[in-house]
T-cell receptor, first 116, second 110 residues
Framework: GAVVSQHPSWVICKSGTSVKIECRSLDFQATTMFWYRQFPKQSLMLMAT?????????EQGVEKDKFLINHASLTLSTLTVTSAHPEDSSFYICSIDKRVGKSEQFFGPGTRLTVL | QKEVEQDPGPLSVPEGAIVSLNCTYS??????FMWYRQYSRKGPELLMYTYSSGNKEDGRFTAQVDKSSKYISLFIRDSQPSDSATYLC??????????FGKGNQVVVIP
């Protein structure tokens, strides 16, 4: 497998503030990382693909100015939720693809965001 | 029609029973098939990864893929209370994009 960590594991913030979530690949140099969102009792929804050293690719309907992604190194990608609102409250999970092109993705433990 | 169909109905079984889960799909381009286990408030854990039709066994887990019928299954033998979790099927055509099923909540009763 692959070891992926996320920080923080949970965060509560006030509406209008920004929150940064870190995703680290601990034993693999990941040129590509993925960010997902999961609402209660729902499956995972891909938000964006994070590429090291270049701009992220966002899925249709995901606002790139609201969900800022930075993949500055082969082991770290960050997701910043800007001007968070209660509807952004969700479980955010990152993953890495250890076999590029063969879709063997390993997920982090997730970050639970609650916006008051 | 959704790309991946997984009946999300909860499943309760007694300890020691065989758990049988399945997904169907419509996209013939899918060639990589995965089963993930997700405990409450945790990230998904990769259980099984296959790319060919047939069976793949790992301990108490067996993944089965039938590409001609566009049908995949996961069997858990000798189920344990620790197997209680949500099981998600996922598949891909190799472009790094995973299509997920809705997930099955499994409860193994001691």
């Amino acid at each position: 497998g692959a070891v992926v960590s996320q920080h923080p594991s949970w965060v509560i913030c006030k509406s209008g503030t920004s929150v940064k979530i870190e995703c680290r690949s601990l034993d693999f140099q990941a040129t590509t990382m993925f960010w997902y969102r999961q609402f209660p009792k729902q499956s995972l929804m891909l938000m964006a693909t994070s590429n090291e050293g270049s701009k992220a690719t966002y899925e249709q309907g995901v606002e790139k100015d609201k969900f800022l992604i930075n993949h500055a190194s082969l082991t770290l990608s960050t997701l910043t939720v800007t001007s968070a609102h209660p509807e952004d409250s969700s479980f955010y999970i990152c993953s890495i693809d250890k076999r590029v092109g063969k879709s063997e993705q390993f997920f982090g433990p997730g970050t639970r965001l609650t916006v008051l | 029609q959704k790309e991946v169909e997984q009946d999300p109905g909860p499943l309760s079984v007694p300890e020691g029973a065989i758990v049988s889960l399945n997904c169907t799909y419509s996209n013939s381009a899918f060639q990589y098939f995965m089963w993930y286990r997700q405990y409450s408030r945790k990230g998904p854990e990769l259980l099984m990864y296959t790319y060919s039709s047939g069976n793949k066994e790992d301990g108490r887990f067996t993944a089965q893929v039938d590409k001609s019928s566009k049908y995949i299954s996961l069997f858990i033998r000798d189920s344990q209370p620790s197997d209680s979790a949500t099981y998600l099927c996922a598949m891909s055509g190799g472009n790094n994009r995973l299509a997920f099923g809705k997930g099955n909540q499994v409860v193994v009763i001691p």
